[in-house]
């Protein structure tokens, strides 16, 4: 039997566009604005998969300070 984190691959940061894939028009959505939400999702993907491997609070210690000191 396979364990059901093997089929639980970590989900893909999107691709940030290069700069110079903006066309500069003013578009709405630009394709930056379509990136910042891609990555909000991605973010709360992450999150999910990282709590269903377990890796939660490790992610969360890793963005406190050190020491518990402000």
Do not use: Q
């Amino acid at each position: 039997m396979t364990d059901p984190k093997e089929d639980d691959p970590p989900p893909v940061a999107p691709r940030r566009p290069d700069n110079d894939e903006c066309c500069g028009g003013g578009c709405n959505p630009c394709i930056f604005d379509a990136y910042e939400d891609a990555r909000e999702r991605y973010e709360i993907a992450l999150a999910a998969w990282r709590a269903r491997h377990g890796l939660a609070d490790a992610a969360r210690d890793a963005d406190a300070p050190s020491g518990g000191k402000n």
